[in-house]
């Protein structure tokens, strides 16, 4: 059975950084893709950064230059490495793992951005 749990969100202030984990319970690589969603309030979920199998990433223009997806096939981890955060990426980040058209997702994380 998949699982997903994300961890790492939190209070940080504007212009400071923040690591996202998100620990699977199966090995990574089964995966076609994984990455990070998130959701703002009012707003609908959108696409941050994804990675596939072979190791492709992309990114929301949004977040591009600021925010890097990893990953770790030995401890089955995905990282979001979020840099020079801002209000606006304040949301719930959840992680997501696809297979052919299977969907998988993590419970989520709030990240709030503030002063």
């Known amino acids: 059975q998949v699982q997903l749990v994300e961890s790492g969100g939190g209070l940080v202030q504007p212009g400071m950084a923040r690591l996202l984990s998100c620990a699977s319970s199966?090995?990574?690589?089964?995966?076609?893709?994984m990455g990070w969603y998130r959701q703002a309030p009012g707003k609908q979920r959108e696409l941050v950064a994804e990675?596939?199998?072979?190791?492709?990433?992309s990114y929301a223009d949004s977040v591009k230059g600021r925010f890097t997806i990893s990953r770790d096939g030995t401890t089955k981890m995905v990282y979001l490495q979020m840099t020079e955060l801002q209000p606006e990426d304040m949301a719930v980040y959840y992680c997501y793992a696809k297979i052919l058209r299977d969907d998988y997702w993590g419970q989520g994380t709030q990240v709030t951005v503030s002063s």
């Open positions: 199966v090995n990574i690589f089964e995966f076609n893709s």
């Open positions: 990675i596939t199998v072979g190791g492709t990433t």
